[in-house]
Each structure stands twice: as structure tokens, then as C-alpha cells.
């Protein structure tokens, strides 16, 4: 069984066999749930798979849940699969010490 050490992604590790530890009823939840929610979780902690996976699951990657619990409470939802458009930024590796780095980098995301 292949650990997924340092992998973000959601796609590649299921798409690679790689172990995933399966949170996607809460995904579910979270969706459905027409409730605000903020979520605050420490460096290293998963952020990034989670948005990952939650934009999977917006987009419609029915494959890629193939075997997980969400496949089993889409079933049941009266809209399955529903496809959205997602904006997704991905804010790691970069270097915010220096003054208006941020705003340089998300008008980089908004131009391409």
C-alpha cells in the first residue's frame, strides 16, 4: 500500500492507488447542509486535500469516488452528480513575506 507522503491532490491519489483515508460522508455533509462553515485546521493538516476533494466532487468526478461513502449518499440525492463550475486557488509554495505578493499572485489567477 502506497502512502501518499506530501501529495495535495485528491485526483492523483486515487487515480494512483494510493492509501486515502475515506472523509467524504463529511464532504457530503458539508454540501448539502446549507450551512456556513469555517474551517480552521493547523499547517500540515490536510486544507489542501480537502479542497482538492471537495472540488472533485463539485465538478462531477463521479470515478474518482468510486468505493467511498459519497458514492452511496449520491444515490440517494436527487440530483447526483451535479456538475459546477469551481474556481480553485492554490496558494501553496509561495512566498507572501514581501509586500503586494499576494496581490500579484491573484491577479495571475484572474488573468489566466
Known sequence: MKLPVGIQSFEKIREDDFCYVDKTKYIYDLAQNNVPYFLSRPRRFGKSLLLSTMK?????????????????????????????????????????????NLERILKEYCIE
Open 56 to 100: 472533485a466532487y463539485f465538478e462531477g468526478k463521479q470515478e474518482l469516488f468510486k468505493g467511498l461513502a459519497i458514492e452511496d449518499l449520491e444515490t440517494n440525492n436527487k440530483s447526483p452528480w451535479t456538475k459546477y463550475p469551481v474556481i480553485y486557488f492554490d496558494f501553496n509554495g509561495q512566498n507572501y513575506s514581501e509586500k503586494g
